[in-house]
């Protein structure tokens, strides 16, 4: 055995030696400092206050088809959107789940967050450096003694070296660090998932935008032609005598205010078209070919309705707050491990020649092996400050939590309530439609029989097509709530491929 390899056999003996004691005297303190994290209790509460209840019933006056009913406990698939029964809007959020930069930089987020866990669970582990040094010097030998044993002042060394580093977890501060790196791993995990999420629940919202601003322009653009034929027949009348300049002109007001109405939607419709693009992934250049109208959208029969204490566990936002409340606890450990003592092992070995040939010969290796403790007496006050704020920072994500599962619990009872009063207005708006229609299709029958004039059918007609306009409106509301919802239940994001609903650490992180 060369004095190289035996001198490191000896430093790493001592350095096992008192790193096994250490570990030892580690394991006797069982526990890391600090509190432990408990998942927090979930809501008791059963319902969502005067929100329509699971089990209810949601009809509209248009049928089977209008009726939404509420089943407790369904289960979310996830690919929830597949439930409008459009292979276009379902190709689009495909694309956009595909394709949008901000889902690129949750999923870059995410591998970011596991390579710094990996980096907090490294320090387990003892690190060993390697070294290699060459200098070149000339001792002053007229003034100083040499501090060599060559008896040239000039002279060349050459030290390789390999040194060993290890910090024992003696009260947890390591196993602190790497539990809070993991909840952060975790919560940026749900960061993806509330991602996806409201990226597609924004297409979905989006194309039912498109579909009822197009619905709303057919509607006004009737309605403005009818307007056109009225101001004709009171021109008409107007030059008869039968009518007045008066007449005349509160026509041709009402026929401007409809036409006023049309920029603006077409604006929207522009906007929307584009909104939808950016949500793809695409510039306004590379505008879908698809389109959307509501005739071509079913809705939902089956509506999910979770109890508070299953939407917890749902919410993204609500486990990624959880998973924020876990690192802030475990940060919380590494602040008071940091009170406490610290121990350190390290060990050297290598050689030191004057000639590079002569490295590794008899008598030109060391070693050196040791360990050390040390304590804190004086920083002014520095450690017992990180100490407090860590306990702030622990509080204020307590908060956030709470504020997380009280918002998550108003969306739900918002969505419920506005789908409810969706079905409402669809209800109110049907029945206006159906009147308005039936008054036409009188006024029609009439001005045939001779009855009344065509001003009268004209104003029938507008009538009819305002009620159209309502109508449009409130089946849209209906559509742009009910992606909502599924929204606010978490969207079925446990139910992708290789995503579990796990109670205590959440989904595995791929």
């Not at 308005?436 to 059918?457: D, H, K």
Request: glycine content about 6%.
């Amino acid at each position: 055995m060369t004095p190289l390899a035996g001198g490191f056999a000896g430093a790493l003996a001592v350095a096992v030696a008192v790193a096994v004691t250490v570990t030892i005297v580690a394991s006797l303190t069982a526990c890391a400092a600090g509190p432990q994290f408990k998942t927090p209790e979930a809501p008791a509460a059963r319902d969502y206050g005067a929100a329509p209840a699971p089990g209810s019933t949601l009809a509209s006056a248009d049928g089977a088809e209008g009726a939404q009913h509420f089943v407790a406990g369904m289960d979310i698939p996830a690919e929830w959107w597949q439930l409008f029964r459009s292979a276009k809007l379902a190709g689009l959020v495909e694309d956009a789940l595909k394709a949008n930069p901000n889902v690129a930089a949750a999923q870059a987020a995410l591998r970011q967050a596991h390579e710094l866990a990996s980096v907090q669970w490294a320090a387990y582990l003892p690190t060993v450096q390697a070294s290699f040094s060459a200098q070149r010097a000339r001792n002053a030998n007229a003034t100083i003694a040499n501090p060599t044993v060559s008896l040239d002042p000039v002279y060349s060394l050459y030290t390789p070296q390999v040194a060993l580093s290890y910090s024992p977890d003696v009260f947890g501060a390591t196993r602190r660090s790497v539990e809070a790196a993991r909840a952060q791993e975790h919560a940026s995990r749900f960061q993806l998932e509330a991602t996806y999420i409201t990226l597609s629940s924004s297409v979905v919202v989006t194309a039912v935008q498109e579909a009822s601003l197009r619905g709303q322009i057919r509607a006004t653009e009737r309605l403005l032609q009818l307007q056109q034929q009225l101001t004709e027949n009171v021109r008409q009348r107007r030059e008869l005598g039968t009518a007045s300049e008066l007449d005349l002109l509160t026509q041709k007001s009402a026929q401007a205010q409809t036409a006023a109405t049309l920029p603006p939607l077409r604006k929207q419709l522009w906007q929307t078209r584009d909104a939808l693009t950016a949500l793809l992934g695409r510039l306004p250049s590379d505008e879908p070919k698809e389109t959307f109208d509501l005739g071509e959208l079913t809705l939902p029969q089956q509506l999910p309705v979770s109890l508070p204490s299953e939407l917890v566990r749902q919410r993204p936002d609500v486990r990624q707050a959880e998973e924020n409340l876990h690192a802030a606890t475990a940060e919380v450990g590494v602040a008071v491990a940091g009170l406490l003592p610290q121990f350190s092992i390290s060990a050297q070995t290598g050689s030191a020649a004057f000639e590079f040939g002569r490295l590794f010969t008899p008598y030109t290796g060391f070693w050196s092996a040791g360990a050390s403790l040390s304590q804190t007496l004086f920083d002014g006050g520095a450690l017992v400050h990180r100490r407090r704020a860590a306990d702030a920072a622990l509080d204020a994500a307590a908060a956030q939590y709470r504020s997380a599962v009280i918002l998550a619990c108003q969306n739900v009872a918002d969505t419920l309530r506005a789908l409810q009063a969706d079905a409402d207005a669809t209800k109110a708006s049907l029945d206006a439609d159906r009147a308005a229609g039936e008054t036409l299709e009188t006024a029609r029958r009439q001005y045939q029989l001779g009855t009344i004039s065509f001003v009268a059918v004209l104003t029938a007609e507008q009538a009819y097509q305002q009620a159209e306009l309502a109508l449009v409106q409130a089946r849209a509301s209906r559509y742009a709530d009910t992606a909502a919802l599924f929204q606010a239940l978490g969207g079925g994001w446990w139910n992708r491929p290789g995503e579990a609903l796990d109670e205590q650490s959440g989904p595995a992180v791929r």
